[in-house]
């Protein structure tokens, strides 16, 4: 049986997927890998890199290129990539990032076939910025040594897991239907894993992850209602998944994306549905009176009531003010 399928997903990714190539050819294992590299249908000159790659490796690499762009940011590309897979384990790696160890498969495979109640080693990362901001270490001295589910969730979104840092057992043979219609795949998936078992960490910085204009993160706009969206079905889901054990905290995750709804650029200027959105957001989040009430004033009352309540407040005061000597 093979030991590793390394999948590493691509889109327009001509600058980059190279290097990312050339790191995984170049593991020093004492078992066999496969490179599986799904492309989304790239416009530029991508699949033909693939294509050259697979020619100098025909043993090692095989080329998944879909004659068609599956969508969902790259999700479908991933699920079918990953379906092709024969490995005992699954190494995770985008197109745009590189592994920076020659012996980071062994160490943590080395790591998961010593414990086998983990489903899921991952390790430290160095992000760089195609911006030319400072690059930084991702994971802080005090990264837990052991992730459980209850790590992945939270009031806020939990994110400490590169993607390309990740090898994971080949164990979920079928997802759930609410997790084909997320945009983002890595944060539900890990939630899914950590039902098979514990989540490692190992702290070496054994990769980089590339934040560049192609990567998917800079299509994760937070002012776009789809997005706001997606987010919350995928929460939602999440939710189902794990039988509402957090319901409240949750709750609480979910709320802050139909507070963000109220700001984005397609509700900006409506009242309905702005006015459904922002009764939402009350009943999850339960904000103090002080916020409660001016979401209510901003957002809930119709404006034509709203003005004429702050025309009525204004006259009440001028007229208070005027009795006072």
């Known amino acids: 049986m093979m030991k590793v399928s390394v999948c590493i997903i691509t889109y327009n990714q001509e600058k980059f997927i190279r290097a990312a190539i ?15 590299i799904g492309d989304d249908l790239s416009k530029d000159n991508t699949r033909a890199i693939i294509t050259e790659y697979a020619e100098r490796y025909p043993d090692l690499i095989r080329p998944v290129l879909h004659p068609q762009n ?39 495979i080395d790591f998961l076939d010593a414990h086998p109640d983990f489903s899921t080693c991952f390790h430290n990362a160095l992000i760089t910025f195609e911006d030319g901001s400072p690059s930084k270490i991702l994971n802080p001295p005090d990264q837990k040594p052991i992730c459980t589910v209850e790590d992945l969730i939270g009031e806020k979104e939990i994110w400490f897991m590169a993607t390309s840092s990740v090898v994971f ?66 929460y939602e889901g999440i939710n189902q998944e794990l039988n509402y054990k957090f ?29 459904v959105v922002a009764l939402k957001y009350l009943s999850l989040a339960n904000p103090p009176w002080e916020e409660t009430k001016e979401i209510i004033l901003e957002h809930v009352i119709p404006p034509p009531v709203s003005r004429a309540y702050s025309a009525l407040a204004l006259g009440l005061y001028r007229i208070r003010k005027s009795f006072i000597p």
């Open 22 to 36: 050339e790191s995984v050819v170049s593991q020093k294992t004492d078992f066999p890998f496969e490179i599986l």
């Open 70 to 108: 599956l969508g969902q940011n790259g999700l479908f590309n991933t699920l079918e990539t990953y379906r092709l897979a024969k490995g005992e384990y699954i190494a995770a790696m985008d197109g745009d990032d590189y592994w920076t160890d020659p012996l980071k498969l062994q160490k943590q």
């Open 169 to 234: 057992r080949n164990v979920i043979k079928e997802y759930p239907e609410w997790f084909k219609k997320s945009v983002s795949g890595d944060i539900p998936r890990y939630v899914l894993l950590a039902k098979y078992g514990k989540i490692g960490y190992l702290p070496d910085v054994m990769s980089v992850y590339r934040k560049n204009s192609n990567g998917t993160s800079f299509t994760d706009y937070e002012d776009d209602v789809r997005f706001l969206r997606n987010r919350i079905e995928m």
């Open 247 to 275: 319901d409240a905290a949750l709750k609480k995750n979910i709320a802050q994306y139909y507070e963000k709804m109220l700001h984005c650029r397609q509700y900006r200027d409506t009242y309905y549905p702005k006015n």
